[in-house]
């Protein structure tokens, strides 16, 4: 059996997929994973997961882009060491020794998520190419679990498109490439007997976050005292702090079932309005917040999509920081030199 169509051509032989169509699906992983490779290790969420790998007993190889500013934000340690790729280097690092003999790869590594190049299709196609590319070289290397960064977004999208609401904005180029690719994984991953661990990342905050996602920008005008719009803030969301955000992640990939996709947030979500209050009166009870004050033309998720018990009922995870803990920590931070520049 070859596969020779889709840009993945004949040097993938069979040798990579199993006798059985469908791999072990419910293996547990390896509670005793001690090495670990991360790609988009210089990203936010990348480098705070090399650090909590770091702190629990981990080998880790941070991958980045070359000239990347990871070696300065990580701090060296001699149990981790940076390979300098991009991603279309991914289909040809077979024989590169930094890469072999570990136990797990986190792929966090991804084009345009944040700017204009999220409603980009090239892009995101490449970012899919890339990233099935990856899945081959960790079959090649040995590497038996791959824990694959998903997102909320995907869901959302695909609500929308369920609900017949084809006109979205075009960034949601980069959820339907996410989806893509997760669904690619899956497949291929089942076939060779590879572990799959594909994780949904609700809305990750904290130190180290430079993007224009909500919680940042939204901090730092409270900080700044700047009148903002929103929504009237009834629908429902998800934050969770960082640090807890990179435990879960780390116990899925020891602990976590093959193929299953873990929700990476909270057991209970809120109103959007809560948590704009609540960190409004945290930090500056006199900023004012327009609520109500922009239309809401998107669709809301009810989070009955996910299972968000079963890192507490079957892993055993709990956050170790409240909503009020993570923002505080977060804002002492914006207000270092290092978090306004």
Not at 190 to 209: K, Q, R, T
């Amino acid at each position: 059996m070859e596969i020779q169509s889709g840009g993945i051509d004949s040097q993938y032989s069979s040798e990579f997929f199993s006798e059985q169509k469908v791999g072990l699906c419910d293996r547990k992983g390896k509670k005793e994973v001690k090495r670990a490779i991360v790609t988009g290790a210089d990203g936010f969420l990348g480098s705070h997961l090399v650090c909590e790998l770091l702190e629990t007993g981990y080998d880790v190889v941070a991958v980045v882009l070359k000239e990347s500013h990871a070696r300065n934000v990580l701090k060296k340690d001699p149990r981790l060491a940076f390979f300098e790729c991009s991603m279309e280097e991914y289909r040809n690092l077979e024989n590169k020794e930094i890469w072999r003999d570990a136990d797990c790869l986190f792929h966090f590594a991804w084009a345009g998520v944040s700017d204009k190049a999220g409603g980009d299709y090239r892009v995101q196609l490449d970012n899919v190419r890339c990233t099935c590319d990856l899945l081959f070289t960790v079959a090649k290397l040995g590497i038996k679990r791959m824990v694959f960064a998903s997102s909320i977004m995907e869901w959302e999208h695909k609500k929308a498109f369920d609900q017949q609401k084809y006109l979205q904005p075009l960034r949601n180029t980069y959820h339907i490439a996410k989806t893509s690719a997760r669904m690619l994984l899956s497949l291929y991953a089942a076939n060779m007997n590879l572990d799959f661990c594909p994780v949904i990342i609700s809305n990750v905050y904290g130190e180290g976050e430079r993007s224009a996602r909500l919680i940042n920008t939204a901090l730092r005008k409270i900080l700044a005292g700047e009148h903002m719009s929103f929504t009237s803030g009834e629908q429902l969301y998800d934050f969770i702090y960082c640090k807890d955000a990179v435990r879960a992640i780390r116990i899925v990939a020891e602990q976590g079932r093959s193929q299953t996709a873990y929700y990476i947030g909270n057991s209970r979500q809120k109103p959007l309005k809560e948590f704009l209050l609540e960190m409004r009166d945290l930090l500056n009870p006199s900023c004012e917040l327009g609520l109500g004050e922009l239309p809401f033309y998107g669709v809301s998720l009810d989070y009955k999509e996910f299972d968000t018990n079963a890192l507490s009922l079957e892993l055993g995870f709990k956050p170790q920081y409240t909503f009020a803990q993570g923002i505080k920590r977060t804002a002492r931070w914006i207000l270092t030199d290092e978090g306004r520049n």
